[in-house]
């Protein structure tokens, strides 16, 4: 068995725990150098938090541990396919590599895809089923933000 197969087996036993306690089937392992970090499972259902994802979870529980927002050098393991916000996420996390053990198609016939979303997010902003638009507000009188954020940084 690849060191793969052993942590997307662990991340299906939380997924099927997590069911077990009423939730969905999703869970997520974190690894790096060959110790798991963090584990997180969804917890949509019992916190009614539309973000509440494995992934998500572990990330929250991994970069508390490390005391950082970077997870450079860490594995995702997760049961089922990464939604777009999970994958936006681990990216931002700077995680190197992420394997999932069920695909969209495989959770197409349960209502379990994130495919759809995925392919709404393709498409140019314009066309996509939620509006999205650029309305360019600045408060009068004040530094700009970022410029401030820039100026805020270069003193620490």
């Given at each position: 068995?690849?060191?793969?197969?052993?942590?997307?087996?662990?991340?299906?036993?939380?997924?099927?725990?997590?069911?077990?306690?009423?939730?969905?089937?999703?869970?997520?392992?974190i690894v790096r150098d060959g110790q798991v970090l963090?584990?997180?499972?969804?917890?949509?259902?019992?916190t009614n938090d539309p973000t509440?994802?494995?992934?998500?979870n572990a990330i929250?529980?991994?970069?508390?541990?490390?005391?950082?927002?970077?997870?450079?050098?860490?594995?995702?393991?997760?049961?089922?396919h990464p939604?777009?916000?999970?994958?936006?996420?681990?990216?931002?996390?700077?995680?190197?590599?992420v394997a999932y053990a069920y695909s969209n198609d495989d959770g197409e016939p349960f209502g379990l895809s994130t495919a759809a979303i995925y392919a709404d997010l393709a498409k140019p902003f314009a066309q996509q089923s939620m509006k999205i638009a650029y309305v360019p507000v600045r408060l009068d009188g004040a530094e700009d933000l970022y410029a401030q954020w820039q100026r805020r940084q270069a003193g620490k």
């Open positions: 068995m690849t060191d793969a197969q052993h942590y997307l087996r662990e991340a299906i036993r939380l997924a099927q725990a997590n069911m077990e306690q009423g939730g969905r089937p999703f869970g997520a392992v963090a584990t997180g499972v969804n917890q949509i259902l019992t509440s994802h494995a992934e998500l929250r529980a991994a970069s508390q541990k490390l005391g950082t927002p970077s997870l450079a050098g860490c594995a995702v393991y997760a049961s089922g939604c777009p916000m999970c994958m936006a996420a681990m990216r931002l996390a700077g995680v190197a590599e």
